[in-house]
């Protein structure tokens, strides 16, 4: 049995990508596989144009769309049966637009992933996705003074990231980076707008999010008046912990399908699914006898393409023509493991995994054991590694490794390490009988 969703919604195909859009998208994604940044930055550009083109569309249809819907009453109210059956389906048709639409947005959002993941720090890009996405490009106030901004600091010799073209990047307007030098800048088109408190937050965070990258910690809260913790506590930990990434599993789906229409490959405890489009029937029968018994965790890799932008895209695992499939739902992967196997693999590790039946990919996990109550987590032990957790869902993180980089962090190791970094920046503490762990000792784990 599935926990966290089920076979209809993890086949479901995306919104319908036509050969054009489909060209276009594999020439972008082509330039962003290259190592030519000045190509890349000049991808850009044309993003932004492509983008706000899309945006334009999309909020026409929703105009049209309404001013129909509109209609619809008076004209039931007339007793034009006819009309009102054509204006339905209309506004099921410009649904339908709008929809492929918004999913091409998506895909060049991807594109913009790619690329700052190839450029960024993976915690560095986590910190940033935590925040409420932007709205639309073409609705933004200073766009034009964004894009001389981008093409003055490109021309200074920095690689440039347009953070608006991406999921990830969701603090700040451009991301610049020179050698081992990582910025993040705020552009406004007059001087008053750097005195709003939302400019104030777009400053404050990345600045303190690119000291962690290079110390380690934060170590107080930020604060703007009036407003809640901007950004909280937080400790890097290191640790020993050798992450395995299921490398070859793209050239062993490749393989797979040359062999059978449903490809089932096993990867230590996770296990994998793939199959083309015209295969979903059998891919579907696969999965059903597949989860038949036991609790299973299942994810469909695509949906990377629109949500979970703290996961580094699938870009960065298969060559551009799967890739570009993926997206398009023309190829299929699907990620799989047991909950009886994580929790033997807890337990090996002297844990107990509790958890409760949700339909959601993030339900509830909590872990017990001694250990629990001496690590540097024992404020915090309900949903832990969620981040890892999907990761492991959505690329191509191995169980075991998600279960060592959790161990770890619930070790005595982790709590002392964390007490150590922090001692460097903190003032002696006063006398007290009890010791407070930071109040987020980042569950990143490594680095990664």
Known sequence: MIVNTDIPRLLKPPP???????GKIADWLGTAFGNVFDAVFRLQ?????????????????????????????????????????????????????????????ECILLVGDHIAARSLDPDTIRRFSNFQPPGFLSGKNGLKREIEAARQFFDQGYMVILNDLTHSLR????????????????????????RSKEAMRQTIIPSVVHNYIRSDVITRPHRIS?????????????????ENWNCAIAGQVH???????????????????????????????????????????VSNVQRRVVEYAEVSPFTQWFK?????????????????????????????????????????????????????????????????GDHHRLKVMYAFLAVESYVDIIAFLLSPEAAEQ?????????????????????????DSGNST
């Not at 983008?51 to 819907?69: N, P, V, Y």
């Not at 015209?278 to 579907?284: H, I, S």
Request: glycine share 6%.
């Open 16 to 22: 319908n990508i036509d050969a054009r859009w489909r």
């Open 45 to 105: 550009l044309t993003l932004v144009e492509e983008i706000t083109e899309i945006e334009a569309a999309i909020t026409g249809i929703r105009s049209h769309s309404k001013a129909l819907g509109m209609e619809i009453p008076l004209l039931k109210a007339n007793g034009e049966l006819e009309a009102v059956k054509q204006a339905q389906e209309k506004v099921t048709a410009l649904s339908q637009q709008a929809e492929q639409l918004k999913y091409l947005r």
């Open 171 to 194: 603090v700040g307007d451009l991301t610049l980076k020179k050698g081992s030098e990582v910025r993040t800048v705020e552009i406004k088109s007059n001087i008053q707008g750097y």
């Open 226 to 242: 009036g407003e809640p913790d901007v950004v909280k506590f937080g400790v890097r930990l290191d640790s020993d912990v050798k």
């Open 255 to 297: 393989k797979g399908l040359q062999k059978a229409d449903v490809a089932h490959l096993i990867v230590g405890r996770k296990q994998y699914l793939a199959a083309r489009r015209k295969d979903l029937a059998k891919m579907g029968l696969a999965l059903s006898a597949l989860t038949s018994e036991g609790d299973w965790v």
């Open 320 to 384: 551009l023509d799967s890739a570009i499939d993926i997206m398009t739902g023309d190829l299929v992967v699907l990620s799989a493991f047991k909950m009886a196997d994580l929790e033997l693999l807890f337990a090996a590790k002297g844990l107990k995994l509790v958890w409760k039946r949700k339909m959601t990919d993030l339900f509830p996990i909590r872990l017990e054991g001694e250990q629990v109550s001496a690590g540097a987590f024992q404020h915090k032990t309900e949903n832990m």
């Open 418 to 442: 964390a007490r150590t970094k922090l001692a460097r920046f903190l003032p002696e503490p006063k006398s007290t009988n009890e010791e407070s762990p930071p109040e987020d000792v980042s």
